[in-house]
């Protein structure tokens, strides 16, 4: 199985803040990596792809990138909507996911 | 627009059966793979299984191998999970979600989600 491992588990940050949360595979996983969003009592949200592959809607402040274990989420400029937990999951082999980060209000 | 409508979540005792429902409407549903993953209370996802579009490809996660069983009905633009052997441990909001491609461990990812229906397991 693999496992996947994000850092931070929490990040605080202000408006306009650049945050960056960090993947990583117990083993390659080539581009195979998605990025969600969850908001408190929502389903979860897709929001990048294939590593680096925006979803439809999804504002351009959230970018991807990384390739074999280690993958990266960017968000620019934080707007106060983005205050959320972010998960990422490897679609390597059977899905699994990160044990999440919650992006907080500093 | 797409939808997934989970059903038959419920309290149930340790040791019994429940079988889930996911209803799906506004894509064609024989094309996509599809995934049952859950949520316990304040937890983070965990993907318990997948079916790919024509039931050829199944899998379980290692927590639920041998009591759940996934099965889906493309006549009926339909989704089920059947959980026997019910634990504490399987208590969570039970999300029906659609994947991108048409196969499982294929390098899809999941682009909707069901609001999902909650399972407690208790005596």
């Known amino acids: 199985d693999i496992q996947m491992t994000q850092s931070p588990s929490s990040v605080s940050a202000s408006v306009g803040d650049r945050v960056t949360i960090t993947c990583r595979a117990s083993q390659g996983i080539s581009s195979w990596l998605a990025w969600y969003q969850q908001k408190p009592g929502k389903a979860p949200k897709l929001l990048i792809y294939a590593a680096s592959s925006l979803q439809s809607g999804v504002p351009s402040r959230f970018s991807g990138s990384g390739s074999g274990t280690d993958f990266t989420l960017t968000i620019s400029s934080l707007q106060p909507e983005d205050f959320a937990t972010y998960y990422c999951q490897q679609a390597n082999s059977f899905p699994s996911f990160g044990q999440g980060t919650k992006v907080e209000i500093k | 627009e797409v939808q997934l409508v989970e059903s038959g979540g419920g309290l149930v005792q340790p040791g019994r059966s429940l079988r889930l429902s996911c209803a799906a409407s506004?894509?064609?549903?024989?094309?996509?793979?599809m995934h049952w993953v859950r949520q316990a209370p304040g937890k983070g996802l965990e993907w318990v299984s997948g079916?790919?579009?024509?039931?050829?490809?199944?899998g379980y996660a290692d927590s639920v191998k041998g009591r759940f069983t996934i099965s889906r009905d493309n006549a009926k633009n339909s989704l089920y999970l059947q959980m026997n052997s019910l634990r504490a441990e399987d208590t969570a909001l039970y999300y029906c979600?659609?994947?991108?491609?048409?196969?499982?461990?294929?390098?899809?990812?999941?682009?909707?989600w069901g609001q999902g229906t909650l399972v407690t397991v208790s005596s």
């Open positions: 079916i790919s579009w024509n039931s050829g490809s199944i």
């Open positions: 506004g894509f064609t549903f024989d094309d996509y793979a």
């Open positions: 979600a659609k994947d991108m491609g048409p196969g499982i461990a294929v390098a899809g990812a999941i682009d909707y």
